[in-house]
């Protein structure tokens, strides 16, 4: 059964949190925006390096637009890595401007050339979709990771997350003869885990990458997610267990192999921990956060009421029945930190 069955909704980016945003330096006047990258000329299909077509098409513009568009792309990829300081920029170019045709917010991707060593990075110009932004602040305040991102109006601006697409990893890395099934396992209820308890939906292998650090004698990954568009939006809790989705089925299939009940629930108990650690540091944000995502609607009523009442059966309680949001719902999820008596959400 697909857990997903149609596109959510896109919400606007409200004035509320667009306060919240440029208390925190993540609202920023943009040298261009996403309806700017819209007006391009013509489009051919980009192929991967196997011949493949990604889905993705390469756009140009109009050579009166090109060199203005090109300048605003430097300026704000200036402003994502270097606080807006275009005087080391001078080396780099604008390589190729992409479109993702199957998207729901139909983002475009930018590759940045070092011309000094052909070096290259990408940028995401999106539109500016409320659960995905809420999405990334979660990520950034929740999770181990930090991400930069960029608000201005309807446009949204994101750093590239590097790693291996979750898909490309189950198909090619899974079976190598290096890798440290545990660790992998682990990693994956971690992240499994971190989904849960901040609600964000869909990770299926498409939406997430596996970044591999070598350390010492040993490996070490981390499952970082790439896509927040369902931050809290389903009624459904399975959607926020990435342990669900058929995709991942043969990370899950290594993790029965690799452990045991009593070894996932340590690992469980070991990521509640961190995450209460990085609430506690991040205290007052996430409280503003909350408040402000509490006050908006970034979900259909009736999935507020579905999820309250699975996650009611869940931690069999009553505590979700006064959410009225999910910026509610996704409070009193937190809360399980401190109020319940722990559930597994990872079954062997």
């Not at 001078?90 to 390589?95: A, P, S």
């Not at 979700?320 to 996704?330: E, I, K, R, Y």
């Amino acid at each position: 059964m697909k857990l997903i069955s149609k596109k959510k909704a896109i919400y606007s980016v409200n004035d509320r949190f667009k306060e919240y945003l440029n208390d925190f330096d993540r609202y920023v006047k943009l040298p261009i925006e996403y309806e700017d990258l819209l007006r391009y000329d013509e489009s051919i299909s980009y192929y991967d390096n196997s011949g493949e077509d990604t889905l993705w098409l390469t756009v140009f513009y109009y050579g009166s637009d090109q060199k203005r568009i090109n300048d605003a792309l430097i300026e704000t990829y200036a402003i994502i890595r270097s606080d807006g300081n275009t005087s080391v920029m001078e080396h780099l170019i604008v390589d190729r401007v992409d479109l993702c045709s199957y998207g729901n917010t139909r983002p475009f991707r930018v590759r940045i050339l070092n011309t000094l060593n052909e070096n290259f990075d990408y940028f995401y110009v999106k539109k500016a979709d409320a659960s995905r932004v809420y999405g990334l602040e979660l990520e950034h305040l929740l999770s181990p990771n930090r991400i930069t991102f960029f608000v201005y109006n309807d446009t949204l601006i994101e750093e590239h997350i590097s790693g291996i697409p979750g898909d490309k990893f189950i198909k090619h890395y899974l079976k190598d003869r290096h890798l440290d099934g545990v660790r992998l396992a682990k990693e994956f209820v971690k992240f499994n885990e971190r989904c849960f308890l901040r609600l964000l939906g869909d990770m299926h292998s498409s939406n997430y990458v596996v970044d591999i650090t070598p350390d010492f004698e040993e490996t070490i990954y981390r499952i970082r997610s790439i896509d927040f568009d369902q931050q809290s939006y389903e009624g459904k809790k399975k959607v926020y267990l990435p342990q669900y989705f058929k995709e991942n089925n043969p990370i899950i299939f290594l993790g029965i192999k690799m452990m045991t009940p009593e070894t996932v629930l340590q690992y469980q108990h070991e990521e509640r921990s961190l995450i209460h650690k990085r609430i506690l540091s991040a205290k007052d944000q996430l409280d503003y956060l909350l408040h402000v995502m509490a006050e908006d609607r970034i979900a259909p009523t009736e999935n507020v009421r579905e999820l309250s009442d699975e996650l009611n059966m869940h931690y069999k309680t009553d505590r979700f029945n006064s959410c009225l949001s999910m910026g509610d719902v996704v409070r009193e999820s937190l809360n399980t930190l401190n109020n319940y008596e722990y559930v597994s959400t990872f079954a062997l």
